[in-house]
């Protein structure tokens, strides 16, 4: 399997991959330069989809986890889906409308557990993270999220038996369900998202832990990349042609810069055409700060007064997309994206929220939830205001769908916080959790697979 380096993308200094776990350019931690992305760049210039191997790992040539993968077996690893649209591409008058689909389907054999396509991200960056510790202990996982990807993380540290420690929000909690019992430690923030981000940062500082840096980790990135390298390079789902456009909901945008970062690998393949897809990411008003940004023309976002902001996310619909401090100006991030691919950005209204959501029930046959809406209402902005044409070729990524179905279905399990805590209450944290528990080096060698394109060891 194909080797990678990291590569920065404001200075292009390289890193390689396996050498240890890695989030910025050097020059940037000694202030040479401002925040940039690190992004893969692979040995292996043209995919082999590798339909042997269980979840995302069929992109394992483009995938940052070096030779290795997980397969927690018995357990389910979800895959990315892709179809072509009837119901909503004939209501919205488009002749080439495709849906990335990440969520609970079983009519057409989808089960993601967590409904969403966190799950992509969580595969790839546990493999990420810990082959830079073989053959000796690993830090355990410290994540905040909103709800999405700490589900992921729950489901998947729970299989392969890691220890766990997520900062969540309050209002994400509603989140954190699965089919089965859990234990990880929880912290419940009594603020926003970017609350529980910054109580975790402190927390990780204080007992000599490691962040999995959120969009900066390359590997949360590689694995959100395969939505995109799945609805073109897949033999019987994929196009076998790049897209004209892509339109996703975002809140840290890591999803879209990841869909991006694809759309890179396949012009570069040259099998799959030369079309530069425009990314389109939409947000949920009145909290849309790259929105906002991005129509004023800054460099960065738009200063909002931690009061206003606060009301502002308490008034959103779809709170997974309710990042305070998301990546706009970084080299390679989201004003990068947009700027490069001739992208947009989209605000969408509560009330149209919800009529998308009822217009993709009625016409595709599936519930999806609020994040996922707000992309459907940013395509039928761009239909209305004749910024995509009918007869392009379109995808949409839908991630959070299916989970009506999937609650009347079996046993739902609610996860439940260890503590509830103000903003900062570091001192509550650190009594609470005492000595967090490492990951055996056993632990790690018995869970990462190694693969060389012919053997499985």
Same mark, same amino acid.
């Given at each position: 399997m194909a080797s990678f380096l990291l590569r920065c993308t404001r200075c292009g200094k390289q890193y390689d991959g396996g050498g240890g776990f890695r989030l910025r350019c050097d020059d940037e931690v000694s202030g040479d330069h401002g925040p940039a992305l690190l992004r893969p760049v692979y040995e292996r210039k043209q995919i082999q989809v590798r339909m042997e191997l269980p979840g995302i790992f069929k992109f394992a040539d483009w995938l940052p986890t070096g030779p290795y993968y997980i397969d927690p077996a018995p357990a389910h690893l979800g895959e990315p889906y892709c179809y072509r649209s009837t119901g909503l591409a004939r209501r919205l008058g488009l002749e080439n409308l495709h849906i990335a689909f990440s969520g609970y389907w079983p009519e057409r054999k989808l089960n993601l557990v967590t409904r969403t396509f966190k799950e992509f991200e969580v595969q790839a960056s546990i493999p990420f993270f810990l082959q830079s510790f073989l053959g000796r202990e690993a830090p355990p996982f410290i994540i905040a999220s909103a709800g999405n990807t700490a589900n992921s993380y729950n489901y998947h540290t729970h299989v392969l038996g890691l220890p766990l420690y997520l900062f969540v929000p309050e209002s994400g909690l509603g989140n954190l369900l699965l089919p089965f019992e859990?234990?990880?430690?929880?912290?419940?923030?009594?603020?926003?998202?970017?609350?529980?981000?910054?109580?975790?940062?402190?927390?990780?500082?204080?007992?000599?832990?490691?962040?999995?840096?959120?969009?900066?980790?390359? +590997?949360? $990135?590689?694995?959100? =990349?395969?939505?995109?390298?799945?609805?073109?390079?897949?033999?019987?789902?994929?196009? %076998?042609? #790049?897209?004209?456009?892509?339109?996703?909901?975002?809140?840290s945008a890591s999803g879209a810069i990841a869909a991006w970062e694809g759309v890179q690998?396949?012009?570069?393949?040259?099998?799959?055409?030369?079309?530069?897809?425009?990314?389109h990411m939409a947000q949920n008003a009145p909290f849309a700060p790259i929105f906002k940004a991005w129509k004023e023309g800054r460099k960065d976002l738009v200063p909002v007064p931690a009061e206003e902001a606060h009301r502002q996310v308490a008034a959103v619909t779809a709170g997974v997309l309710t990042n305070r401090k998301?990546?706009?100006?970084?080299?390679?991030?989201?004003?990068?994206?947009?700027?490069?691919?001739?992208g947009a950005a989209w605000e969408v209204s509560n009330e149209q929220l919800f009529h +998308?959501? $009822?217009?993709?029930? =009625?016409?595709?046959?599936?519930?999806?939830?609020?994040?996922?809406?707000?992309?459907? %209402?940013? #395509?039928?902005?761009?239909?209305?205001?004749?910024?995509?044409?009918?007869?392009?070729?379109?995808?949409?990524?839908?991630?959070?769908?299916?989970?009506?179905?999937?609650?009347?279905?079996?046993?739902?399990?609610?996860?439940?916080?260890?503590?509830?805590?103000?903003?900062?209450?570091?001192?509550?944290?650190?009594?609470?959790i005492g000595k967090p528990e490492p990951i055996s080096a056993e632990r790690?060698?018995?869970?990462?697979?190694?693969?060389?394109?012919?053997?499985?060891?």
């Open positions: 859990t234990h990880p430690v929880i912290v419940a923030v009594e603020g926003d998202y970017t609350d529980a981000i910054l109580l975790a940062d402190e927390i990780a500082d204080r007992c000599e832990l490691l962040r999995d840096g959120g969009v900066l980790n390359a +590997g949360r $990135r590689g694995g959100m =990349s395969a939505v995109m390298l799945n609805a073109v390079a897949h033999p019987t789902q994929g196009t %076998q042609r #790049l897209f004209d456009h892509y339109f996703q909901a975002v809140g690998l396949l012009l570069g393949d040259g099998r799959f055409g030369d079309t530069v897809t425009q990314i998301p990546p706009f100006g970084p080299a390679g991030g989201i004003r990068d994206v947009l700027a490069e691919s001739n +998308g959501a $009822r217009m993709f029930r =009625s016409l595709e046959g599936i519930d999806i939830g609020p994040a996922a809406a707000v992309a459907v %209402q940013a #395509l039928c902005q761009a239909v209305e205001a004749g910024r995509v044409n009918p007869s392009d070729s379109i995808l949409l990524h839908i991630t959070g769908g299916g989970r009506e179905i999937q609650y009347t279905e079996g046993k739902v399990c609610r996860a439940r916080p260890t503590l509830r805590v103000k903003p900062g209450d570091i001192a509550s944290v650190l009594a609470a790690i060698s018995r869970i990462l697979h190694r693969y060389d394109g012919a053997t499985r060891h």
